[in-house]
């Protein structure tokens, strides 16, 4: 288990951390009437918002719930400025904690990681097992699906500053089930929690070969039995240990590409997934009709950002685009 963190809360409340929440938590928002009204009196509510804090009688607002529909649809819940503050100024102290517990295989939300690093060792993998059998999973409704009572005990595995775990309840109950997406605290509690099946995978069944970003996970294995009975394995720690459920699984070889972080990949290149070009195909249909070139031009800046790590040959002239 490790060290325990006591004493943390002092750090949280520091006006310096404060100060670095606000600023991180201003990041990509200085449009928003929550920041403007924010930032009108900054000092002061910066001020407010340590008093509150230390005196224990902040309460996190209403969240503004809304749907996204690309890649799938799901439902955002946004909290107000304040709390995304208040939020970040907790994670700047106990999210580096989790961070040196996380295993080099988990590849979401972390420093130096992410989605194309995340694409770059599945195929790394692929080159280094000729003729490999990969088992691809994730499971159904994750964040809607988290034991939030198991999730605390991994919270309290390295906490145990009451006063940081009580804040952490405010934005995480400790009994229920699910996790809000678009919180920073259930970001980090999602990946706590798929930590869980690295911890199982590379303590217990002693198999490093794989990658997880959040909910997906690809382990690439010699053989097809041994990766379908690694499947049925996988389920059971996942139904007894962590309440969850497969929604997809498959076994195939490596020969067939691994379709993971929005690339399919084999040893020897990776293509964008069909998916993503329809959607780009759509979108710049879409702005070609509206004639809005602003839009268009932030939509490929994303875009083309993701697809320059894939192999795309005549893909960009296909769509009409300039590389």
């Excluded at 340590?50 to 719930?65: H, M, N, T």
């Excluded at 690309?70 to 304040?82: D, G, T, Y």
């Excluded at 999210?95 to 295989?105: A, N, S, T």
């Excluded at 249909?285 to 950002?305: N, P, T």
Aim: proline share 3%; hydrophobic share 45%.
């Amino acid at each position: 288990m490790g060290k325990k963190h006591k004493h943390l809360f002092a750090r949280v409340v520091d006006r310096d951390n404060l100060w670095a929440a606000y600023r991180k938590a201003s990041l990509g928002k200085r449009n928003s009437l929550g920041y403007l009204e924010f930032r009108q009196n900054e000092a002061a509510n910066i001020a407010l918002l340590e008093r509150r804090l230390i005196d224990g009688s902040y309460r996190p607002g209403e969240p503004r719930q809304f749907m996204v529909f690309e890649p799938k649809a799901r439902q955002i819940s946004a909290l107000p400025f304040v709390d995304r503050v208040a939020q970040h100024a907790l994670c700047n102290i106990i999210e580096p904690i989790f961070d040196r517990v996380f295993l080099p295989q988990s590849y979401a939300c972390r420093k130096c990681k992410g989605t194309h690093a995340a694409a770059r060792q599945v195929q790394s993998m692929l080159r280094k097992t000729p003729e490999a059998w990969v088992l691809k999973t994730d499971f159904s409704k994750y964040f809607a699906s988290i034991d939030r009572a198991v999730l605390h005990r991994e919270f309290r595995r390295k906490l145990s500053c009451a006063k940081t775990l009580a804040l952490l309840e405010a934005f995480i109950p400790a009994d229920g089930i699910g996790l809000p997406i678009g919180n920073l605290t259930s970001q980090l509690g999602a990946n706590l929690y798929g930590h869980m099946v690295d911890r199982w995978l590379c303590h217990v069944v002693g198999i490093s070969s794989f990658v997880r970003y959040m909910d997906d996970v690809v382990v690439v294995g010699r053989s097809r039995e041994a990766m379908h009975l690694l499947q049925v394995l996988m389920e059971s720690h996942a139904k007894n240990a962590m309440r969850l459920r497969f929604s997809r699984w498959s076994v195939q070889p490596s020969a067939a590409g691994v379709n993971f972080c929005g690339y399919r990949i084999w040893p020897t290149h990776k293509l964008l997934r069909r998916s993503s070009v329809q959607r780009a195909r759509r979108k710049l249909a879409s702005f070609a009709r509206s004639g809005d070139f602003v839009a268009k031009s932030q939509f490929l800046g994303a875009w083309l950002g993701h697809a320059r790590h894939a192999n795309m040959h005549h893909l960009l002239a296909h769509l009409g685009v300039e590389k």
